[in-house]
């Protein structure tokens, strides 16, 4: 069933907040793959946000106002086309399907916009997106400016429609709550298969195809990135994708991989023996982890900082090489020079949403801004040991990360992917009983 009402509420919320200006927002377009073939078309997320048409050359144009409008401008029905590539709404089952007021072909926006645009004070757009955008918008600008003698006026203001946007899509509605809550259980549950099919001498790619199977089979579009199945070495290589080694008993895999679901992401990092059983380092390695991600999961709540999970991953992270003779001094002082970055380069988490790197700002006014509830985030802490000469051999290529999706709730958070294993003893347990 198509839900229209969410997309509808945010258009709402973006008209109340555009005065009499007018907002023009275009989805992504298609991509030559090959010659003659496309990549799967994926929307713009920021167009999706605000419309859920799914199909490429279509225009979103808000007037706001005492009425306010949602135009929308798309493809015309073509029994021709339709022939070849299937489906499309075409202007009126559109302007039906998804409650706009007007909608109109996409072949007549050159003539539409600046009509459109005259005497609006703002206009709002993305400016830098795309250069061929950049430079339709200021033609349709120009041509209202070629007017000016007859008394018509171009808008004085140009603003980025993003950064209202961004603000908006940080904080998650139902509708946006429960499609992340799908893909992250359809991603777990593909953790755990991967979990059940890996076994010394298969191959990444095997695995990965376990991942994208059962992605698909429960929905899934496509998957939100690229999995990254990293075993033995390649787990200390941080964007690992070539996913094509034979797996050996003693490697620890790790999978980085989550799926899309009607255009909502799931980020889920596991890390396990191929064996199904820890060696005595590794598991040294991954308690650390483990007890960073949970350190770091506790600071998810409202009014937390944003930077508060990454500062206890990192002191959980610290504690735990000092204790291994990874490296030296106190934890305050590994903390102080950043010497555990050697083994913790990256950072704890990031926003989760329609894009995987979803939007929104980190710091307002130089600070790291306070999580509220309804935002998505994932926590991600790792520690990834490449072999070099004051490493101890036995740690060499142990490489972990651990990460989960979290929904900032009222009091906390819930972890929207907690059905994927991760405690030692589950993992080894579940790996024993798939044998
Ligand atoms: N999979 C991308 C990330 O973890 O940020
Ligand atoms: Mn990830
Ligand atoms: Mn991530």
Known sequence: MRHIEPHKARRARLLALMQDGIAVVPTAPERLRSRDSDYPYRFDS?????????????????????????????????????????????????????????????????????????????????????????????????????????????????????????????????????????????????????????????????????????????????????????????????????????????????????????????????????????????????????????AAAAEVKPGARWDAPHEAAVRITAQGLVDLGLCSGTTDAVIESGDYKRFYMHRTGHWLGLDVHDAGDYKQAGEWRPLVQGMTLTVEPGCYIRPAENVPERFWNIGVRIEDDALVTETGCELLTAAAPKRVDDIEALMRDAR
């Open 46 to 294: 920021y167009f999706y946000y605000l419309t859920g048409f799914p199909e490429p050359e279509a225009v979103l144009v808000l007037l706001a106002g005492e009425t306010p409008r949602s135009i929308l401008f798309c493809r015309e029905k073509s029994l021709e086309r339709e022939l070849w590539d299937g489906y499309r709404f075409g202007v009126d089952a559109a302007r039906e399907a998804f409650g706009f007021d007007e909608a109109h072909p996409i072949s007549g926006i050159d003539e539409k916009l600046p009509q459109l645009i005259a005497n609006r004070p703002a206009l709002f757009f993305a400016p830098g997106m795309d250069p061929a955008w950049d430079s339709r918008v200021m033609g349709w600008l120009n041509q209202v400016r070629a007017q000016a003698r007859t008394g018509v006026v171009a808008p004085a203001d140009i603003r980025d429609v993003r950064s209202i946007l961004d603000e908006l899509r940080l904080v998650k509605d139902p509708h946006e709550i429960a499609a992340m809550r799908r893909a992250g259980t359809v991603t777990a549950g593909a953790h755990l298969r991967a979990m059940r099919a890996t076994r010394p001498g298969a191959m990444e790619y095997e695995i990965e195809a376990e991942l994208l199977h059962e992605f698909r089979r429960h929905g899934s579009q496509f998957p939100a990135y690229w999995p990254i199945v990293a075993s033995g070495p390649n787990a200390c290589v941080l964007h690992y994708r070539e996913n094509d080694r034979q797996m050996h008993e003693g490697d620890l895999l790790l999978i980085d991989a989550g799926c899309e679901i009607d255009g909502y992401a799931a980020d889920v990092t596991r890390t396990f023996p191929v064996s199904g059983r820890f060696a005595g380092p590794q598991r040294d390695v991954y308690e650390i982890v483990l007890a960073a991600q949970a």
